[in-house]
T-cell receptor, first 112, second 112 residues
Framework: DAKTTQPPSMDCAEGRAANLPCNHS???????VYWYRQIHSQGPQYIIH???NNETNEMASLIITEDRKSSTLILPHATLRDTAVYYC?????????????FGGGTRLMVKP | EPEVTQTPSHQVTQMGQEVILRCVPI?????FYWYRQILGQKVEFLVS????????KSEIFDDQFSVERPDGSNFTLKIRSTKLEDSAMYFC??????????FGPGTRLTVT
């Protein structure tokens, strides 16, 4: 799986958009971009995934650059409950045993 | 909303003892996983399980570890002879779609 690079930490004001970047310059054509988050030692929580098109769901938006070498997770209106470690994971086309490989992630602190 | 459950939430055991960590995946899910997270470190994949057999396992998942789905609802991780370095949070996950994985709240294992 391609390696990802994320800033170790970011701050965001409550109510503002949180934009979390991820660099995955060695991504290959069959690799998806996934985002998970982990709130204070709880189990990781799936947020969103995409291949090349931008994606949006009730939690967030995922913007993938045209060359697919980087992506941005956008939390449109961050709340204090969004304080967590956010993981960007690049993963080959899924199959039954397909594991997730977690890196260090970005620790997002949402401040009042 | 259905969720993955894990028991116990905290297990304390002595070195050399056997432990069984239990998970109840989401009822219609077909793929099951165990991950662990040593305090302050990354979430690490241990094993995936599909169609009553191991699909993939990591180097961590040696002969001391085993998994089982003894009935239609439970998924267990057994550590035969625990070591101090097995102290960690153990997360169970399950999925139906092979895209997103749904994680349980974890079992904190403390080996003394």
């Amino acid at each position: 799986d391609a390696k990802t690079t994320q800033p170790p930490s970011m701050d965001c004001a409550e109510g503002r958009a949180a934009n979390l970047p991820c660099n995955h310059s060695t991504i290959s054509g069959n690799e998806y971009v996934y985002w998970y988050r982990q709130i204070h030692s709880q189990g990781p929580q799936y947020i969103i995934h995409g291949l090349k098109n931008n994606e949006t769901n009730e939690m967030a938006s995922l913007i993938i650059t045209e060359d697919r070498k980087s992506s941005t997770l956008i939390l449109p209106h961050a709340t204090l409950r969004d304080t967590a470690v956010y993981y960007c994971i690049v993963r080959v086309t899924p199959y039954a045993g397909n594991m997730l490989t977690f890196g260090g992630g970005t620790r997002l602190m949402v401040k009042p | 909303e259905p969720e993955v459950t894990q028991t116990p939430s905290h297990q304390v055991t002595q070195m050399g003892q056997e432990v069984i960590l239990r998970c109840v995946p989401i009822s219609n899910h077909l793929y099951f996983y165990w991950y662990r997270q040593i305090l302050g470190q990354k979430v690490e994949f241990l094993v995936s399980f599909y169609n009553n057999e191991i699909s993939e396992k990591s180097e961590i998942f040696d002969d001391q570890f085993s998994v089982e789905r003894p009935d239609g609802s439970n998924f267990t991780l057994k550590i035969r002879s625990t070591k101090l370095e097995d102290s960690a949070m153990y997360f169970c996950a399950s999925t139906l779609s092979i895209y997103e994985q749904y994680f349980g709240p974890g079992t904190r294992l403390t080996v003394t």
